[in-house]
């Protein structure tokens, strides 16, 4: 591998010079704080030499030089350049703003406009509305990369007109001295702006950059698991046409998680996406797991699996994406997971949709998997909270893995059964799951459990056969003693405790008011609404009795409702 290693300055690097950025890159995506900061970093430095860190490139042309690590920098001076030429032409400087265009643009043999940025993922917006010194006249789509782009140009102009202000809003002199400084001050910032000093390393072979590409970022530098991925895909799968299948199918990957309205981590996808099929691997090992059996042969059947795989796993989370009416139940348990806040399943549960949508399992099958599987999470961590020492994480993995390798319902069956059975060993102790219960509350002082009271309230009424008014969506928390009936906090814990709440529907909740117990019961009873025996004959709810009414719903949960 032959690398040669040479001192910059940024005003060399981009006079005839063309970089590219290659398919394996990830897109611009640099956020306002990075943008911010390095704003920040060069006026804190102006007129002195400051160095950005490395610059990787392998030569593709005579001038074109595809960019292996700094595109992100590279870009953002860019755009920043693009910046300080608006300026100038809002200060009638057309002349100081065609001298900086000249390292934005160039000439080629026949006389044509070339950038000195070639991008494909954004093109032609990049091009077009930052890097054009003219207005844009080819239309363009407007995605994320593109919002980014918009977003850190924007922030520099409006930062450099804010300091342009200072200048001409000077009283002290006249508005000619005024736009001198002003003009003088931009030009140093463009000077800035060309000595920053990096180190460029240039390769000879695309192949020594995918090499250099990985090597450079799994030693510490922040590139995602998912880019590691990309680069690897691309490696292995050369582009047959102008169509670029890795590009595209990767940007369904991404594109599927990215857009899900709840916040999904690409990374952690691949992670169980690998561990539902090959290996139980944490998300540091993933990527050498991966380029230890995706070879050449069969890199486009797992770029075709991670495609698929993204919309089932992005399904297990954002309840509202491909399931259907007929498939509630399904999403139901699925919903409550999300409550619980658990993903040790995922995997498992990842195989077991897949298993589903490819027709090998029943949706029968599904349903009552999902439903064990969020019965024991509701007590193991819902309710007491308990703790694993990774060996639920790794029985889900092997689970999943195991449901991957079926080859029909019989054998995904069986699998189920096993699976069950050892979620029934690891059954709570009824001690435990009663004392954790009993914590679980809701007034307005302590709220953050409401999601769960909802949960757990909606199914009991379900197995009480409440005759609900309303669907079951429009159904609120009813305090049957009012919360206006305890003072201190340590009252609310006993007022707050599910034997002392119960849902009810919009029109019911209005006539209950602040009423008290006594009222209230005869309002309920009026509306249809079944109350516990232990509440006959009773018009005042003491702690006791409160008391007494969650540990019957504790009994009949661990018992009935959630027993798995």
């Known amino acids: 591998m032959k690398i040669e290693s ?11 010079n ?20 390095f704003w920040s970093d060069l006026i804190e430095n102006m007129t002195e030499a400051y160095f950005i860190g490395a610059m990787v490139v392998y030569k593709v042309e005579r001038s074109t030089l595809a960019v292996v690590d700094g595109q992100q920098r590279l870009t953002t001076i860019t755009i920043l350049l693009c910046a300080i030429r608006e300026a100038f032409k809002d200060l009638d400087r057309p002349e100081l703003a065609e001298g900086l265009q000249a390292y934005i643009e160039q000439k080629d043999r026949e006389n044509k406009t070339v950038y000195v940025l070639k991008t494909e993922s954004s093109f032609p917006f990049l091009q077009e509305e930052i890097l054009k010194s003219d207005p844009a006249e080819v239309p363009f789509e407007v995605g994320r990369e593109e919002e980014a782009i918009q977003r850190a140009f924007d922030i520099f102009k409006n930062n450099i007109s804010e300091k342009v202000s200072e200048y001409l809003d000077n009283k002290e002199q006249s508005a000619d001295d005024n736009k001198k400084d002003a ?25 020594d950059a995918y090499l250099i590409f990985e090597t450079l970022n799994t030693r510490g530098k922040d590139l995602a698991l998912a880019d590691l991925l990309r680069n690897h895909f691309a490696k292995l799968i050369r582009s047959a046409s102008e169509v670029d299948q890795v590009k595209e199918k990767w940007s369904r990957v991404q594109d599927t998680i990215k857009s899900s309205p709840i916040q999904l981590d690409p990374d952690t996808f691949i992670v169980h996406s690998w561990q539902s099929r090959y290996d139980f691997v944490t998300k540091a090992k993933t990527f050498q797991k991966v380029k230890d059996r995706v070879n050449k042969k069969n890199a ?18 954002d309840t509202e994406y491909l399931w259907s009416k007929s498939e509630r139940e399904a999403a139901r348990s699925l919903k409550a997971l999300r409550t619980f806040k658990v993903v040790q399943p995922s995997p498992g549960i990842l195989s077991l949709v897949r298993a589903y949508r490819d027709k090998t399992i029943k949706y029968r099958t599904l349903r009552n998997a999902l439903s064990n599987i969020e019965k024991f999470h509701f007590s193991f961590n819902a309710i007491t909270s308990s703790r694993s020492s990774g060996g639920i994480s790794g029985m889900y993995s092997s689970f999943g893995r195991q449901i991957f390798q079926c080859n029909d319902s019989g054998e995904a069956a069986r699998v189920i059964a096993d699976l069950v059975s050892k979620l029934q060993e690891r059954e709570v ?21 409401k999601t769960l009271v909802q949960y757990i309230l909606r199914k009991v009424a379900i197995f009480e056969s409440q005759p609900f008014i309303g669907e079951t969506d429009d159904l609120t928390i009813e305090h049957l003693v009012p919360q206006s009936s305890y003072k201190s906090d340590e009252d609310h814990l006993i007022v707050g405790q599910l034997g002392n709440l119960m ?21 309920l009873e009026s509306r249809g609404y079944k109350l516990p025996e232990l509440f006959d004959g009773v018009d005042e709810l003491s702690e006791e009795i409160i008391r007494s009414n969650t540990q019957r719903i504790a009994e009949l949960s661990r018992e009935k409702i959630w027993k798995v």
């Open 6 to 16: 040479q001192d910059k300055r940024i005003d060399e690097l981009l006079k005839g």
């Open 18 to 37: 063309i970089f590219l950025i290659p398919r394996f890159q990830r897109e611009y995506s640099w956020e306002p704080d990075h943008v911010a900061a």
């Open 183 to 207: 003009i003088g001050w931009l030009s140093i910032l463009r000077d800035t702006v060309f000595d920053l000093n990096l180190i460029l390393v240039t390769l000879d072979t695309e192949d």
């Open 300 to 317: 486009k059947s797992h770029l075709d699996r991670f495609v698929s795989d993204s919309e089932q796993w992005r399904s297990i989370f």
């Open 429 to 449: 102790l009824s001690s435990e799951f009663d004392v954790g219960f009993e914590q679980v509350i809701y007034t307005n002082r302590h709220s953050s459990q």
């Open 503 to 523: 849902l009810v529907d919009q029109k019911t909740n209005e006539l209950l008011s602040t009423n008290e117990f006594k009222e209230k019961k005869v309002i």
